[in-house]
T-cell receptor, first 113, second 113 residues
Framework: NAGVTQTPKFRVLKTGQSMTLLCAQDMNHEYMYWYRQDPGMGLRLIHYSVGEGTTAKGEVPDGYNVSRLKKQNFLLGLESAAPSQTSVYFC????????????FGSGTRLTVV | AQRVTQPEKLLSVFKGAPVELKCNYSYSGSPELFWYVQYSRQRLQLLLRHISRESIKGFTADLNKGETSFHLKKPFAQEEDSAMYYCALSGRGSGGSNYKLTFGKGTLLTVNP
């Protein structure tokens, strides 16, 4: 029972390249989230989903797209990477109602050069 | 609007000393509050929830609705407590929806030998 699995763990991109980050869960939770974590900025919500086929924007959605075609997977896409997107990206999942808070993935460390 | 404030970005104590990490929130309804801990370069882990009133790794936190606070305390700090700590709030919006947590910016705790 892995919980929340993020792939890849590390990636270096050149400016303008595209990539997709995958978040996969085996806990059958409804809600899924993508956050970025930067020094001094805390956690900032990029996009989230409250169910299969639904997505919504968070605080910092520009430059990112997401999809949730299957309940267990939440994909984060960068169409044209920029150095400002260098960050650590965390996926999180939660049950409806949020009484148990989030379960986080182990993160993806992305560097855009 | 929901807001979580952690007034200290950095907190440094000596081993064996008491530690208190402050968290204040702004929310008009009945909140659910959480503390998360993140050890160096690892995922965020749930430390405790105010609903469960438990003590994890010697840490406790009491919800004070009058002062709108949820401070995290430990009577005797250990070196292994050195980590980033995030306070988070779950509250219902005007439409009754409750889809995401609101995080503070975090406090980096260093316990010196």
């Amino acid at each position: 029972n892995a919980g929340v699995t993020q792939t890849p763990k590390f990636r270096v991109l050149k400016t303008g390249q595209s990539m997709t980050l995958l978040c996969a869960q085996d806990m059958n939770h409804e809600y899924m989230y993508w956050y970025r974590q930067d020094p001094g900025m805390g956690l900032r919500l990029i996009h989230y989903s409250v169910g299969e086929g639904t997505t919504a924007k968070g605080e910092v959605p520009d430059g990112y797209n997401v999809s949730r075609l299957k309940k267990q997977n939440f994909l984060l896409g960068l169409e044209s990477a920029a150095p400002s997107q260098t960050s650590v990206y965390f996926c999180a999942i939660a049950r409806q109602g949020l009484s148990y808070g989030y379960t986080f993935g182990s993160g993806t460390r992305l560097t855009v050069v | 609007a929901q807001r979580v404030t952690q007034p200290e970005k950095l907190l440094s104590v000596f081993k064996g000393a008491p530690v208190e990490l402050k968290c204040n929130y702004s929310y008009s309804g009945s909140p659910e509050l959480f503390w998360y801990v993140q050890y160096s370069r690892q995922r965020l882990q749930l430390l405790l929830r105010h609903i469960s009133r438990e003590s994890i790794k010697g840490f406790t936190a009491d919800l004070n609705k009058g002062e709108t606070s949820f401070h995290l305390k430990k009577p005797f700090a250990q070196e292994e407590d050195s980590a980033m700590y995030y306070c988070a709030l779950s509250g219902r919006g005007s439409g009754g929806s409750n889809y995401k947590l609101t995080f503070g910016k975090g406090t980096l705790l260093t316990v010196n030998p």
